[in-house]
């Protein structure tokens, strides 16, 4: 629940931010615009166009592709971004120095046993100190129980560092979806207006076309970014993963030098 407390929290505050700031542009343009025609008269419009800045074309191509297709993809936007963004920061706390940690619970194994090795695990964070603290806490049994307790443990590890990552991989497949069903939808549009027109006039329908395709250019936009996001999640997770593995073989040589 608080992992999802947080994600809900970092996509409103990303949705609070990319409003205010559209909002803030707005008015400033809507105002410098006001100013300069007071001054400029007829050859304001002119020389606004070619000062306009990237973020401005954006924002005015964003609202021009209608408010239902792009606010869906802005949405898809935002919550990806917001659990990208939360299993950044949860990998990036699960990354442990796995040679520091092995190296001091042998020491500690050497020096005070089993108990002393497990204290060690208490207090280092990450995946592997937990699969290293199972696996101690069998070692009092045999072998073989220590060793399936790292087994299971690991695969519990896992499944907490690959939580939400699929949300992702949704998003990315729905934004240029979404953008291309934006796109086919004004198509169609654009075609009825010819069909009740009565005339193949390229003036009537290329406003419409326009916006049709604008939906499927931020649409993979979206997906662009969002894939970025999730190549880099998917590689964190299979480093710490390996880690994880190798940390554990140590674990069980550890163990089996211990015992004897």
């Given at each position: 629940m608080?992992?999802?407390?947080?994600?809900?929290?970092?996509?409103?505050?990303?949705?609070?931010?990319t409003?205010n700031?559209s909002?803030?542009?707005?008015?400033v343009?809507?105002?410098?615009?006001?100013?300069?025609?007071s001054?400029?008269?007829d050859?304001?419009?002119?020389?606004?166009?070619?000062?306009?800045?990237?973020?401005?074309?954006?924002?005015?191509?964003?609202?021009?592709?209608?408010?239902?297709?792009?606010?869906?993809?802005?949405?898809?936007?935002?919550?990806?971004?917001?659990?990208a963004?939360?299993?950044?920061?949860?990998?990036?706390?699960?990354?442990?120095?796995?040679?520091?940690?092995?190296a001091?619970?042998?020491?500690?194994?050497?020096?005070?046993?089993?108990?002393?090795?497990?204290e060690?695990?208490?207090n280092?964070?990450?995946?592997?100190?937990?699969?290293?603290y199972?696996?101690?806490?069998?070692?009092?049994?045999?072998l073989?129980?220590?060793?399936?307790?790292?087994?299971?443990?690991?695969?519990?590890?896992?499944?907490?560092?690959?939580?939400?990552?699929?949300?992702?991989?949704?998003?990315?497949?729905?934004?240029?979806?979404?953008?291309?069903?934006?796109?086919?939808?004004?198509?169609?549009?654009?075609?009825?207006?010819?069909?009740?027109?009565?005339?193949?006039?390229?003036?009537?329908?290329?406003?419409?076309?326009?916006?049709?395709?604008?939906?499927?250019?931020?649409?993979?936009?979206?997906?662009?970014?969002?894939?970025?996001?999730?190549?880099?999640?998917?590689?964190?997770?299979?480093?710490?993963?390996?880690?994880?593995e190798?940390?554990?073989?140590?674990?069980?040589?550890?163990?089996?030098?211990?015992?004897?």
């Amino acid at each position: 629940m608080k992992r999802l407390f947080s994600i809900l929290a970092i996509a409103c505050i990303m949705a609070f931010s990319t409003v205010n700031a559209s909002t803030t542009a707005y008015t400033v343009e809507a105002a410098t615009t006001a100013v300069t025609t007071s001054f400029q008269g007829d050859e304001t419009p002119a020389t606004a166009d070619e000062e306009k800045s990237f973020t401005q074309v954006v924002k005015e191509r964003f609202i021009e592709g209608g408010p239902f297709f792009m606010g869906i993809v802005l949405l898809c936007l935002i919550l990806g971004l917001a659990i990208a963004i939360e299993r950044i920061i949860y990998l990036n706390l699960a990354t442990t120095n796995s040679k520091k940690l092995t190296a001091n619970v042998e020491d500690a194994l050497n020096s005070g046993g089993i108990e002393a090795a497990k204290e060690v695990c208490r207090n280092t964070k990450g995946p592997v100190a937990s699969i290293f603290y199972q696996g101690l806490d069998r070692a009092d049994e045999d072998l073989d129980a220590a060793e399936k307790a790292v087994v299971a443990y690991g695969g519990v590890q896992m499944g907490q560092l690959e939580k939400n990552v699929s949300w992702i991989s949704l998003f990315i497949a729905l934004a240029p979806m979404l953008g291309f069903m934006g796109t086919v939808l004004g198509m169609i549009d654009a075609f009825d207006k010819i069909e009740a027109a009565g005339d193949m006039n390229p003036s009537l329908v290329a406003g419409g076309i326009k916006v049709a395709l604008l939906t499927t250019v931020f649409g993979l936009i979206v997906a662009i970014i969002l894939q970025i996001f999730y190549n880099y999640i998917i590689s964190k997770i299979d480093s710490i993963v390996n880690d994880m593995e190798d940390a554990s073989i140590s674990l069980m040589d550890l163990l089996v030098r211990h015992k004897k």
